[in-house]
């Protein structure tokens, strides 16, 4: 009996860690950096690649080796031409598609003052939008959402998950939702 005990606990656990496994293979941590001077927050038109055709804050995927922070900093040198100073942490939303084992797990940071002249580059077009007209129609559906958060200076943890993984020709739509404020992450 006491054999079959230990049997179950390894077999449940090696199970449990190639189910882990799994999650973390299909899970990929990227940043979004909204750089918001009130009453102005500066965007990047998506030329190419996920999510081309929207307007974004900037970033993309955490490289091996860095920070979460760091990769922030270096996607928003690498797509805008700017050195941003200070960055603080204002989200981290879960972003899933249907048929798709997919986890995107996106931390969004604001950051006020930078050094340079926003300058396009291959990925991405910057332009200065006022708060009252953020161009919310030609961006990700989940941004009308959390972006009042943002500019409230909330911190927020979310979740979305659309209906298919989307291309700028076809919108996806949110088919699940949950945004929360919180505290600290
Ligand atoms: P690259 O794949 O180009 O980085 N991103 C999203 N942003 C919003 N607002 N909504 C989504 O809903 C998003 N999915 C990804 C994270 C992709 C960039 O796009 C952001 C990155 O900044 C699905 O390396």
């Given at each position: 009996m006491i054999h079959v005990g230990v049997d179950l606990a390894r077999s449940t656990k090696s199970a449990m860690e190639r189910e882990n496994n799994k999650k973390a293979i299909n899970r990929k941590i990227l940043t979004l950096c909204v750089i918001y001077q009130r009453p102005r927050v500066l965007l990047g038109m998506?030329?190419?690649?996920?999510?081309?055709?929207r307007w974004n804050g900037f970033g993309g995927k955490v490289e091996e080796g860095e920070s979460i922070e760091e990769a922030a900093v270096r996607e928003v040198r690498e797509e805008a031409g700017i050195e941003v100073s200070s960055i603080r942490k204002a989200g981290i939303i879960e972003f899933t598609f249907e048929n798709d084992p997919k986890v995107l797990e996106v931390h969004i940071f604001k950051c006020g003052s930078f050094m340079g002249e926003p300058t396009e580059s291959e990925e991405m077009r910057p332009q200065w939008f006022h708060i009252d007209e953020i161009p919310f129609k030609e961006m990700w559906s989940d941004d009308i959402y959390w972006f009042p958060l943002f500019f409230k200076g909330k911190r927020f943890k979310g979740r979305f998950r659309f209906d298919k993984p989307s291309t700028a020709e076809y919108a996806a739509k949110i088919i699940e939702s949950e945004l929360i404020e919180v505290e600290d992450f």
């Open positions: 998506k030329k190419k690649g996920f999510g081309a055709g």
